[in-house]
């Protein structure tokens, strides 16, 4: 992989373009997390 600054950036401008316009999945609920806001659902 021979890029040049000036490719590499540019490369990089549209993968993080490229990334917010990707939908991010719900990350998964672990079981401490889901007792702590049950706690606080209850409080």
């Known amino acids: 992989m021979g ?4 490719e590499r950036t540019n ?3 549209t993968l993080s ?5 990707v939908e991010q999945k719900p990350r ?3 079981r401490r997390r889901r007792i702590r806001r049950e706690r606080e659902e209850q409080a």
């Open 11 to 13: 490369i990089m401008d």
């Open 3 to 6: 890029y040049s600054a000036k």
């Open 17 to 21: 373009a490229r990334l917010e316009m």
């Open 28 to 30: 998964r609920e672990t």
